[in-house]
């Protein structure tokens, strides 16, 4: 890859991957020549349904077709692993304006650490905005259809994490 090459981070739990994410990876993906959907390993203060290895691999199977994505796990400051994947940009996805208070903040400590490293901010398609990974689980967990918010793939592996067989 050249050195002139346009590197992007998009860092989240991931948990599960939902339409919203693969909307955002999607359009990143015609704006950079590489994207790093990056999948934090582990987040204390938020429990998570899907081992760091399998939201990798959901989100993989999401993006298959997308030549210049790859899904990987990290840990630690989401700024240095930018800089070791020598992206100059981290992707966020904002779904409202309490997401951009959220994301203003870490903007900034991420400017502080690490001035080279710039964010850019994806709306969330109309048709998403509604979706986050919590308010799936809970659907999920209470055996609520998952048509239309996740990939296949991820209501068949979230069925199987909740003992249910199909959709409702």
Do not use: C, W
Not at 3 to 13: C, D, E, F, H, Q
Not at 116 to 130: G, I, N, P, R, S
Not at 141 to 156: K, Y
């Amino acid at each position: 890859m050249p050195a002139s090459a346009r590197i992007a981070l998009y860092p989240g739990t991931f948990d599960p991957v939902h339409y919203g994410h693969v909307d955002v990876a999607r359009r990143a993906a015609q704006m950079f020549d590489t994207v790093v959907v990056a999948v934090v390993r582990d987040r204390p203060a938020k429990p998570l349904l899907f081992s760091t290895a399998e939201r990798v691999e959901l989100f993989r199977q999401a993006v298959r077709d997308l030549d210049n994505v790859r899904v990987e796990a990290y840990e630690g400051l989401t700024v240095a692993y930018a800089r070791t994947q020598g992206a100059a940009f981290i992707v966020r996805g904002l779904r409202g304006t309490s997401d951009f208070e959220y994301e203003y903040q870490m903007t900034t400590m991420n400017r502080h650490l690490a001035p080279e490293v710039d964010t850019v901010f994806l709306m969330t398609a109309l048709k998403h905005l509604y979706l986050s990974s919590s308010l799936i689980k809970e659907v999920a967990s209470q055996g609520g259809s998952l048509a239309g918010l996740v990939p296949d793939h991820v209501a068949t592996a979230m069925r199987a994490k909740f003992n249910q067989t199909a959709d409702l």
